[in-house]
């Protein structure tokens, strides 16, 4: 089955830095990446994604890029801001008996320091 | 136009007790997935429910079992409760079964002790 890997866990990074997260995949099938944010004790809300055929995509200071041959994607934040510290993860998923169910990445906390 | 809602927030069961936990759809969303999250994991998915039909499940053992009404709510069912059930349960919603967007409820934190 599919399996998502994400790195790092832990990131720290100065305000007005950029941060990037980075996640592999294993089923070659999968056609959709999406990024949720998850604040302590709040939902996982999603704040980007990607399709297989698309490259790049990009919504103000949040970017996310993926790569099928190398089966890699990543999220970009520009211009890191306090409240963009959080748990981010990525997740993939492929259409199976019509539906898209969704494998996610072990999370990465990011903390964006003042 | 709503969102996801789930019910209760907290729960505190005791091992081989049975829970039902409950979703309530966002409006005009017909498919619903639920998830488990253990402490400092990510979501893993248990099964998807489509207008009334279970469509697909995860590694979940059978005594893991859900509903989804005709107005598109949906509970989960846990049998015989163990201790590594201690989660949040989040459930997703879908406009439908096609669609590639999943929205988050809030979640039920279960304690089993």
């Known amino acids: 089955g599919e399996n998502v890997e994400q790195h790092p866990s832990t990131l720290s990074v100065q305000e007005g830095d950029s941060a990037v997260i980075k996640c592999t995949y294993s089923d070659s099938a999968s056609n959709y990446f999406p990024w949720y944010k998850q604040e302590l004790g709040k939902r996982p809300q999603l704040i980007i994604d990607i399709r297989s055929n698309v490259g790049e995509k990009k919504d103000q200071r949040i970017a996310v890029t993926l790569n099928k041959t190398a089966k890699h994607f990543s999220l970009h934040i520009t211009e890191t801001q306090p409240e963009d510290s959080a748990v981010y993860f990525c997740a993939a998923s492929r259409r199976i008996q019509g539906a898209q169910k969704l494998v996610f990445g072990q999370g990465t906390r990011l903390t964006i320091n003042p | 136009e709503t969102g996801v809602t789930q019910s209760p927030t907290h729960l505190i069961k005791t091992r081989g007790q049975q829970v039902t936990l409950r979703c309530s759809s966002q409006s005009g969303h017909n498919t619903v997935s639920w998830y488990q999250q253990a402490l400092g994991q990510g979501p893993q998915f248990i099964f998807q429910?489509?207008?009334?039909?279970?469509?697909g499940r995860g590694n979940f053992p059978p005594r893991f079992s859900g509903l989804q009404f005709p107005n598109y709510s949906s509970e989960l069912n846990v049998n015989a409760l163990e201790l590594d059930d201690s989660a949040l349960y989040l459930c997703?919603?879908?406009?439908?079964?096609?669609?590639?967007?999943?929205?988050f409820g809030p979640g039920t934190r279960l304690t089993v002790t």
């Open positions: 429910y489509y207008r009334e039909e279970e469509n």
């Open positions: 997703a919603s879908s406009l439908t079964i096609s669609s590639y967007e999943q929205y």
